[in-house]
């Protein structure tokens, strides 16, 4: 099957804008598989770790300590806002800065389904940066946050932290801490556990949906609209070291000002980098989805506007930096690829193993939508409520948010879906429980 806009007879603009949504679409459809497998994992193992080994074991900031937040970031993977949110509820309960911030990082970067859609779209390289880079950008963020977060910025973080509530000590004895005295072999050998997966994989992709789309839907104008030399204008070619530096420099600021978050910003990378960008500014762009607009703001509702410019500074310098070392690694091994698509994906729909793995993965989909809708009948659902305001499943022991409206306590995934649901609590009771 294919579906050329130029056959049609529209005019200019809209045979541009068809032209983009058509390549956003082919985006989307060779990365389908990859996305449901990813999620279904990360659903997986977010059912069956224990949060309260997470937080028992991250005091410090020493390479063991570091080395488990990384370890349990990877395996708690989740969207940039509900990272931020865990990362502050593991400082409030004494876990140390640095080590939370570690976390955050490997929750959002060093994860199952970023590493699938990176290899469907661009490469297995840039799915080796993804963790190499992230090995480098986690080293570079304990060696200068030991010296660029200590002291009274840390004691001044903790307080603000503190004061801003939330999913405190006092849920910490809720229902949900059945799931922590319950081993994980006992739950991952029956329905209830797998559909608290299911639950999990499900919201994910709720919570996750508008970033998905905008990231697809933005890619797709960004590779068929933007002229090669606007590219070569943002990103200098030809220079060296000197397009290295800037290429890496850059990359973040066009992750700040995208407003795409989590996996959004694959499909957006697959642009940049079939647009001109360098390998280090790609892999840079990849690791900034934690310094989005919207997660500034975050972070400074947070820890307080001093700590959160610190962060900025201090997170754009190691994402650059981890970009930059992880190309001319790659360029010595060389793992650079040596040449960029003409498009970055296909424009036809065919009988390939991308349709049937597609095919395999709607109906994952719906057995995870299955089970997730009868959990309850399987002796799942218990201790977990689900954020009105994102969709993301939260469990109730843990939860880094809450409020009371109209006598009932609701749980969220951070502050910021807390914030917009007491705004205007209207535009959400519908999703309330019943």
């Not at 410090?60 to 865990?86: E, F, I, K």
């Amino acid at each position: 099957m294919h579906a050329d806009p130029s056959a049609l007879s529209l005019p200019g603009p809209l045979l541009d804008v068809a032209r983009s949504v058509r390549e956003a679409f082919y985006m989307f459809w060779d990365t389908l598989w990859a996305l449901v497998l990813g999620f279904g994992l990360s659903g997986a193992v977010q059912a069956f770790v224990s949060r309260q080994a997470i937080q028992r074991h991250l005091g410090d900031h020493r390479p063991a300590s570091v080395a488990r937040a990384s370890l349990y970031g990877m395996v708690s993977s989740s969207c940039s806002y509900a990272a931020s949110a865990m990362a502050r509820s593991l400082f409030v309960r004494g876990a140390d800065f640095l080590a939370a911030m570690v976390f955050m990082f490997a929750s959002t970067n060093l994860v199952i389904e970023l590493g699938i859609v990176l290899v469907v779209l661009i490469g297995w390289q840039f799915v080796v940066a993804e963790f190499v880079g992230g090995v480098i950008m986690i080293g570079l963020l304990v060696a200068v946050g030991a010296l660029w977060l200590r002291g009274r910025i840390v004691v001044e973080a903790r307080a603000v932290a503190e004061r801003g509530g939330g999913g405190g000590r006092q849920h910490e004895m809720g229902v949900g801490a059945a799931h922590e005295r319950d081993g994980w072999r006992e739950r991952i050998r029956t329905l209830g556990g797998w559909s608290d997966a299911a639950g999990y994989t499900m919201s994910d992709l709720t919570m996750l949906r508008r970033e998905i789309a905008i990231g697809f839907v933005a890619a797709g104008f960004l590779s068929v609209l933007v002229p090669g030399h606007v590219w070569s204008d943002v990103f200098i070619r030809g220079h060296g070291i000197w397009t290295s530096l800037e290429n890496a420099a850059v990359g973040p600021f066009v992750a700040i000002v995208s407003f795409v978050c989590s996996v959004g910003n694959i499909p957006l990378a697959a642009a940049l980098w079939k647009g001109g960008i360098s390998f280090a500014g790609v892999v840079a762009f990849i690791f900034a989805d934690l310094i989005a607009a919207p997660l500034l703001a975050v972070y400074r509702k947070q820890y307080g506007g001093k700590v959160a410019l610190r962060l900025l500074c201090l997170f754009w310098l190691v994402m650059s930096a981890a970009g930059l070392v992880t190309q001319y690694l790659f360029a010595a091994l060389g793992w650079v690829p040596a040449g960029r698509p003409g498009i970055v994906v296909g424009d036809t729909l065919r009988w390939d193993w991308t349709t049937f793995l597609d095919m395999a993965a709607l109906v994952a989909l719906g057995v995870f939508y299955w089970l997730y809708r009868n959990r309850e009948r399987f002796g799942g659902g218990s201790g977990y409520a689900r954020d009105p305001v994102c969709g993301m499943q939260v469990e109730v022991a843990h939860a880094p948010a809450s409020t009371v409206h109209l006598d009932e306590r609701v749980y969220f995934c951070s502050e910021h879906c807390r914030e917009r649901f007491v705004a205007h609590p209207e535009s959400f009771t519908a999703r309330l429980p019943v």
